[in-house]
């Protein structure tokens, strides 16, 4: 059990993302059993926000669990579902043994109107939180922020709004990528006195292309620091380099967490064996 495994003094964890088009499952598979033999203590799988490709997360989410023997957490967003279909997706988990999930409320999906955006059942995490826990077998985790989320006016009602997620039934939580430890520290010491007690997972995210900065990271609203927008710069344009260094980062980032006692490190894979190897064999074990 994954709220077992948070029990532990530390732990290594790996997000994956399932993939697009059915015939693309096999090479997924590929990839997630050279991601076991790093001996992951959990794998989470993405969920599409709008919840229209929540098949793909359930296989994926249930190869790990049966066929790899990992424990599988499959995220869950309610923006684009009603409660019947969250029960849907709740059964099809039940049905494959995968018993953790990710629960998020997701972003608006572009294709959205106003009127099914504004006629969801939950409007915010917590509130699915407490429905599942209430109606199915469910473990749940949730999302933090340690620069904030983006719809929040201030840390503090971020905080507010995180304790009220934990007391829903959050057993644990997972943060937005960083690139700055200190944003992280400072995060930990508010939470800490805002009363959230659950384990809290550092999620990192390697740089390995320059590209990712105008996709992904921007959607995260992560900053970058001085020193990773050094390496960007010096070596962006030449891939290896860029591939190497950004590795680099990710390896100094998570040892310097480890030595900060932050022991719980969610590594957002990218589907990318090879580099989550040489991180795990270059932090703390
Ligand atoms: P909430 O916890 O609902 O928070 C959203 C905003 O509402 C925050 O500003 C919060 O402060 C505020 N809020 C919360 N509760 C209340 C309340 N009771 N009253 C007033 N305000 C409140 N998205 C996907 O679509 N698929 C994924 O697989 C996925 N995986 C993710 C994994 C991680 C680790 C993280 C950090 C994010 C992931 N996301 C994913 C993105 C996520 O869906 C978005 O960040 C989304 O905008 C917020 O989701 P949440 O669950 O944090 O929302």
């Known amino acids: 059990m994954i709220q ?37 203590d959990y794998i989470s799988v993405t969920y599409g926000a709008g919840g229209s490709r929540f098949g793909k997360t359930v296989e994926i989410a249930s190869y790990i669990q049966n066929e790899l023997g990992i424990d599988a957490m499959a995220h869950m967003t309610c923006v684009g579902n009603k409660k019947e279909q969250l029960l849907e997706v709740y059964e099809a988990l039940k049905a494959n043994n995968v018993n953790h999930v990710l629960a998020l409320r997701g972003d608006r999906p572009k294709d959205m109107t106003d009127e099914q955006f504004d006629s969801r059942d939950f409007a915010h995490a917590s509130d699915m939180i407490e429905f599942l826990k209430a109606n199915t077998g469910l473990h749940m985790a949730g999302a933090c922020y340690p620069e904030k989320h983006y719809e929040s006016f201030s840390m503090e009602s971020d905080l507010k709004n995180l304790k009220t997620k934990q007391d829903a039934g959050a057993e644990f939580f997972i943060s937005q990528l960083f690139f700055d430890n200190d944003y992280f520290y400072q995060f930990m010491e508010k939470a800490d006195k805002k009363g959230i007690t659950i384990p809290i997972c550092a999620g990192i995210m390697p740089i390995t292309s320059a590209k990712q900065i105008g996709t992904t990271i921007t959607l995260a609203g992560s900053s970058i620091p001085k020193s990773l927008a050094d390496i960007i710069a010096a070596y962006g344009d030449d891939p290896e380099d860029m591939r190497k260094a950004g590795i680099d980062y990710a390896i100094r980032q998570i040892r310097d967490l480890q030595e900060n006692k932050i022991n ?13 190897k040489e991180i795990a064999n270059n932090i703390y074990r």
């Open 264 to 276: 719980h490190i969610h590594l957002y894979t990218m589907n990318k064996p090879m580099m989550a």
């Open 4 to 40: 077992n495994v948070l029990t532990k003094d530390s732990t290594l964890s790996f997000e994956v993302f399932p993939p697009k088009k059915d015939g693309e499952f096999e090479a997924a598979f590929e990839v997630l059993k050279s991601l076991s033999l790093l001996s992951p």
